[in-house]
């Protein structure tokens, strides 16, 4: 039973759709999806999927949940069975209830208008925007998905293993306690901005996953890229450059929502596959050290890349404990994948039983374009560069 990877392109965010199937049984695990395109609708009715084993939302970003807003809303019959979402759930209640009064409404109703949304879509529908625009009030609203959601946060538990599929583990490796902790200190930040009042510590509220997501994801857009540094490269991609941009260091992701984000080694029969979503790199190294065999290097079937290649999400002290012949970049923009990180990856030894790492791009800029078209690099490295949306791993 071999297993296949896609990993559509959806412009600078992701879609990952892992796919199983054999004589008598067929799995699919969605994580993400930044833009239900075209790509994606024939990948569904290529394997004709009516139900997803998994749907895994890794964080609260835009470039990840927007296309899940249009797949749920235009697939209302689909079977989810289990939903991995960290939002109001995970926060600590009493048994005090907020409830909100017309004047609140009136302003969560205005908030909706800082959103980057195609609401003009969903004007002549009968769907009203709000809840055509918030994932959370799409999966409460159907009472098979709502149960589906899972009411535990999903954090790090380094003893344990969540079973998905038959043979089908997954290890949790980001987000820890506190990094969901910031992430809720950020929400009660914006709830007294944009409310104008406090939200009383382990309260429930009234509409609460809604508006967790709806002041985290404005939050996300309002601070998109205001820690990066973005200069596109001009020089010429030589081995010196290669050598330089690896010894590098670069500061770790700060981000909030993404050191929320979901990460995880997949486990399935014999292969792993580590997936990093837009994790930060500390968090990933101190949980990977945590576990009991895998003290050393570990070699993954595949890796997919955390944050779209940014090289403030990845660093050598994680990548002196995880390697792979095959590591899969996602999204990114002008500027990403970084020449850092990619040089990060290529210089270093190969692992036994690794002949050369190949790098692939579900689409290609200018920095993917030097790293492609330079043979004697390639050879230099022992990396070859593949433009695809598509691995299979048998």
């Known amino acids: 039973m071999g297993i296949t990877l896609h990993f559509e392109n959806v412009g600078i965010g992701d879609c990952i759709l892992i796919h199983i199937e054999d004589d ?26 009516s139900i997803l084993d998994s749907l895994i939302i890794t964080h609260i970003d835009n470039d990840h949940i927007l296309g899940l807003i249009d797949l749920l809303n235009e697939n209302r019959n689909i079977e989810l069975k289990q939903i991995w979402y960290n939002n109001f759930q995970h926060l600590p209640t009493n048994e005090d209830n907020i409830t909100l009064d017309e004047k609140d409404r009136l302003n969560i109703a205005s908030l909706y208008s800082e959103l980057p949304s195609k609401l003009k879509k969903y004007e002549e529908s009968k ?11 799409i999966i409460v609203a159907k009472e098979e998905w709502k149960q589906a959601w899972n009411k535990s946060p999903i954090m790090t538990n380094s003893s344990t293993n969540i079973h998905v599929i038959r043979e089908g583990d997954i290890q949790i490796l980001s987000p820890r306690k506190e990094e969901l902790e910031a992430l809720d200190y950020i929400f009660h930040k914006e709830f007294f901005k944009k409310m104008y009042k406090t939200h009383p510590q382990n309260s429930d509220l009234e509409d609460k996953e809604k508006l967790y997501e709806l002041l985290l994801r404005i939050y996300d857009y309002n601070n998109l890229e205001d820690q990066e540094e973005y200069t596109i490269s001009t020089e010429l991609l030589t081995k010196a450059t290669i050598q330089q941009k690896s010894k590098e260091r670069t500061n770790i992701d700060k981000t909030e929502t993404n050191r929320s984000s979901i990460a995880f080694i997949f486990s399935f029969m014999e292969k792993k596959i580590l997936f990093l979503g837009d994790s930060a790199p500390d968090v990933v190294f101190e949980e990977l050290s945590k576990i009991e065999g895998y003290e050393s290097s570990i070699i993954f079937d595949a890796i997919k890349v955390s944050h779209h290649g940014s090289s403030q999400n990845i ?5 002196s404990k995880i390697d792979s012949g095959f590591f899969i970049f996602t999204g990114g923009t002008a500027n990403r994948p970084e020449v850092k990180t990619i040089s990060k990856i290529i210089n270093r030894p190969l692992p036994n039983g690794v002949l050369k790492r190949t790098l692939i791009f579900n689409k290609e800029n ?5 790293f492609r078209e330079n043979k004697s690099l390639q050879n230099e490295y022992k990396y070859d560069v593949i433009i695809d949306t598509q691995l299979i791993l048998s």
């Open 24 to 49: 008598i049984d067929k799995y699919n695990i969605l994580i993400d999806c930044g833009n239900y395109n075209d790509k994606v609708k024939q990948l569904f009715d290529k394997y004709k999927i």
């Open 127 to 137: 769907i009203s925007v709000e809840k055509a625009m918030m994932l959370s009030d």
């Open 315 to 319: 660093t050598s002290e994680l990548l």
């Open 366 to 370: 200018e920095i993917i374009k030097k």
